[in-house]
């Protein structure tokens, strides 16, 4: 709901109250407010806190009997109906204003977890790490559900700045957890391994072992498509990638220019090794001054219009220009939702690098 249309639900039970000892003056005595003033403490339940609510009871109840009062000459059975009814609704909706403030406190609860538990597996990366500019972010298919199994990590490392973008098959918990075991791998064979293969191996070890703990499917089948990035240590200007079924970086010239970065070997996800081997191997391509590397899930490219077609991230970036990694990723995720016409179906994780202009 826009704020706009916030404040005016909140003074949705005072019209009302107002709205109904107006409506019983002029209209004939066969007429009664009870209907309004029974639905101004409903409305007010989940608005408002529980003092307001019991203001807004009171409020109602006082006005009923008020109007009772008035109308004096009414059948006395009737205008007993009335009061009641309307007595009998506003303790109702004390009831549910306690019922929905208890279900607040949970969900802020459950909030509060989720976002320490995002903190702690995907925390914000620096703005600048060895001279780049680097923005990240996380968007929930659920509003409730802060990290789910997309993920992402960057760190300056002594082969050069090393990224990880991925998603992990499945939901809830287990697809956090086997997240957080690929960003723990990952950090720790980014700074040991001399090569994008050598970590890609690394991964593949730590998914096997994981795999290994779990019951059901999970056993055999859980996966991680995922794509690594290298901007090396030795100056040139240049990112090397390797993609294991993943959605293909995109590079993005201060030009307007844009190249997708498609593996030359496609590869199958991480985990899938006892399905088929293949040697791993990166690609390089040329990263000029200024350009911004973009690396995203497939909640990005899966998003659907009222039409069914997907979102095209080329087609909707190419001959536009940002002024950072920020920028790029703030753009993405609005236009993501205006083609969608809304929430994503699916979780989103991005994360954005640029050289600088003097690199």
Not at 308 to 334: K, S, W
């Amino acid at each position: 709901m826009s704020p706009l249309g916030r404040r005016l639900a909140r003074w949705l039970p005072a019209a009302l109250i107002v709205g109904g000892v107006v409506f019983d003056f002029v209209t004939p005595p066969q007429y009664t407010a009870a209907p309004f003033l029974s639905a101004a403490p409903l409305v007010a339940a989940p608005l408002y806190t529980l003092r307001a609510t019991a203001v807004t009871v009171v409020a109602a109840v006082l006005s009923e009997i008020w109007v009772v009062t008035y109308h004096g000459e009414k059948d006395y059975y009737e205008s007993v109906t009335e009061a009641v009814t309307v007595v009998v609704v506003a303790l109702l909706a004390l009831g549910i204003n306690r019922v929905v403030r208890l279900s607040d406190a949970r969900l802020a609860s459950v909030r509060d977890v989720s976002e320490a538990a995002q903190r702690a597996v995907l925390p914000a990366p620096p703005e600048q790490l060895a001279g780049f500019s680097v923005a990240a972010r996380y968007v929930g298919a659920r509003a409730d559900a802060r990290i789910g199994g997309d993920l992402y990590a960057v760190q300056d490392t002594p082969y050069g700045v090393r990224m990880i973008v991925g998603d992990v098959r499945g939901k809830g918990l287990e697809a956090v957890e086997a997240a957080a075991v690929v960003i723990g791998a990952f950090r720790e064979a980014a700074e040991q391994e001399a090569t994008l293969e050598a970590v890609a191996g690394r991964l593949e070890r730590a998914l096997k072992r994981e795999g290994g703990r779990r019951d059901g499917p999970d056993r055999h089948e859980g996966f991680t498509t995922a794509v690594l990035a290298e901007i090396p240590a030795d100056d040139r200007a240049v990112v090397r990638v390797l993609n294991r079924g993943h959605p293909a970086p995109l590079l993005l010239t201060p030009d307007g220019g844009l190249r997708e970065l498609m593996p030359t070997s496609p590869a199958l996800p991480l985990g899938l090794s006892d399905v088929a081997g293949w040697p791993d191997r990166s690609d390089e391509t040329f990263f000029p001054a200024g350009a911004l590397l973009l690396l995203f899930t497939d909640g990005v490219t899966e998003a659907r219009d009222l039409l069914g077609r997907f979102y095209d991230p080329c087609c909707r970036l190419r001959g536009r220009h940002f002024a950072g990694p920020d920028d790029l990723l703030e753009l993405v995720l609005e236009d993501v939702a205006r083609h969608a016409g809304g929430a994503p179906a699916d979780d989103m994780a991005l994360l954005a690098v640029q050289r600088p202009l003097g690199g």
